[in-house]
């Protein structure tokens, strides 16, 4: 099976669930708190090892007890960890996270050590890079280093995937011409391309025109809808859904392409892995949590039997 690398975010999601926000000078009690490990770069790694890939990440963390707890994590998972650097006098990135019983979110997001990950530390890794056959990234990391990242990519043949999110309105197209996969949802192909997306025609126009500025294949997720694959000069193609009853989408598009890579590099083919990404993805969903609610090898499996 084949190598994969995340470049990317770790976050530590710190819930707490509360009967009303505090207001200003106000402190409240809550009844209840915890803790779980996220961010875009770990989710998607975590989903790709689940399922028996080989993966190496890439990032940073501060010198705090979230540190520790990253990587514990990421070693649980058997991911390779000899890239996750801790930098000293740096909080690690955390997101606080309130939920109020209307099921209403308000969110913080820390950084941290996250936002120092520099084009050097891929320069440091890039012997390791280079044994890989699929670079992932998403953009809670300087865009500087994704830009690098897609360029190392490209100066050495190996295969890059960018999911554009958060979905900056700064993204330099030029820069991610050279990606091998571009998979956004469609809020973040609207703000990539400026077009509207409220509908699968529309995503299939704004895909094109990013295929137009010279990106070769756009994924894009369309949530209960499925997928739709849009490659130059070859007809769009729609990846049906899997009907589920969902219980929590959070994290449903990390958990499609931690599992997208983890099948490609397995032989490179693209229909088997947007088939086995719409399950993985339908899958997760009937779980509460994010990186809790994605399967290990075997119970995927299951569900796909
Ligand atoms: P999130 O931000 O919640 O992680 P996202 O907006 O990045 O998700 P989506 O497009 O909502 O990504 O979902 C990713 C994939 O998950 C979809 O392409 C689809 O395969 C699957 N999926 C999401 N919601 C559903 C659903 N309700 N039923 C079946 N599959 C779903």
């Given at each position: 099976?084949?190598?994969?690398?995340?470049?990317?975010?770790?976050?530590?999601?710190?819930?707490?669930?509360?009967?009303?926000?505090?207001?200003?000078?106000?402190?409240?009690?809550?009844?209840?708190?915890?803790?779980?490990?996220?961010?875009?770069?770990?989710?998607?790694?975590?989903?790709?090892?689940?399922?028996?890939?080989?993966?190496?990440?890439?990032?940073?963390?501060?010198?705090?007890?979230?540190?520790?707890?990253?990587?514990?994590?990421?070693?649980?998972?058997?991911?390779?960890?000899?890239?996750?650097?801790?930098?000293?006098?740096?909080?690690?990135?955390?997101?606080?996270?309130?939920?109020?019983?209307?099921?209403?979110?308000?969110?913080?997001?820390?950084?941290?050590?996250?936002?120092?990950?520099?084009?050097?530390?891929?320069?440091?890794?890039?012997?390791?890079?280079?044994?890989?056959?699929?670079?992932?990234?998403?953009?809670?990391?300087?865009?500087?280093?994704?830009?690098?990242?897609i360029?190392?990519?490209a100066?050495?043949?190996?295969?890059t995937l960018l999911?554009p999110?958060?979905?900056?309105?700064?993204l330099d197209p030029k820069r991610i011409e050279q990606v091998t996969f571009l998979v956004p949802?469609?809020?973040?192909l609207?703000?990539i391309s400026?077009?509207?997306?409220?509908?699968?025609?529309?995503?299939?126009?704004a895909a094109r025109a990013l295929i137009v500025r010279g990106i070769r294949t756009v994924i894009v997720?369309?949530?209960?809808?499925?997928?739709?694959l849009v490659t130059k000069g070859?007809?769009?193609?729609?990846?049906?859904?899997?009907?589920?009853?969902?219980?929590?989408?959070?994290?449903?598009?990390?958990?499609?392409?931690?599992?997208?890579?983890?099948?490609?590099?397995?032989?490179?083919?693209?229909?088997?892995?947007?088939?086995?990404?719409?399950?993985?993805?339908?899958?997760?969903?009937?779980?509460?949590?994010?990186?809790?609610?994605?399967?290990?090898?075997?119970?995927?499996?299951?569900?796909?039997?």
């Amino acid at each position: 099976m084949g190598k994969i690398a995340v470049v990317g975010s770790n976050m530590v999601d710190l819930i707490t669930y509360t009967a009303r926000m505090p207001g200003p000078g106000e402190t409240i009690e809550a009844p209840r708190f915890e803790m779980g490990c996220g961010g875009k770069g770990a989710n998607q790694a975590i989903a790709a090892a689940r399922l028996g890939a080989e993966v190496m990440m890439v990032t940073k963390v501060g010198d705090d007890i979230f540190a520790d707890n990253t990587i514990r994590n990421f070693e649980e998972s058997g991911i390779d960890t000899r890239y996750v650097e801790r930098v000293p006098g740096t909080s690690s990135g955390v997101a606080p996270i309130f939920v109020e019983p209307s099921g209403e979110n308000s969110i913080l997001i820390i950084k941290g050590a996250n936002a120092l990950l520099s084009p050097a530390d891929i320069d440091r890794a890039a012997e390791d890079l280079k044994g890989c056959d699929l670079i992932v990234m998403q953009l809670e990391v300087p865009l500087e280093t994704i830009y690098h990242t897609i360029a190392f990519g490209a100066r050495h043949g190996i295969e890059t995937l960018l999911n554009p999110a958060p979905a900056p309105t700064d993204l330099d197209p030029k820069r991610i011409e050279q990606v091998t996969f571009l998979v956004p949802n469609q809020t973040e192909l609207a703000t990539i391309s400026g077009l509207p997306v409220t509908s699968e025609a529309e995503a299939e126009t704004a895909a094109r025109a990013l295929i137009v500025r010279g990106i070769r294949t756009v994924i894009v997720t369309l949530g209960a809808r499925g997928a739709l694959l849009v490659t130059k000069g070859e007809e769009t193609r729609r990846i049906e859904p899997v009907r589920v009853t969902p219980v929590d989408t959070t994290g449903a598009g990390d958990a499609f392409i931690g599992s997208f890579a983890r099948y490609y590099v397995e032989n490179r083919d693209l229909d088997a892995a947007l088939h086995m990404a719409v399950r993985y993805a339908a899958d997760s969903i009937t779980r509460p949590g994010t990186q809790k609610s994605y399967a290990g090898r075997e119970a995927f499996e299951a569900f796909c039997a």
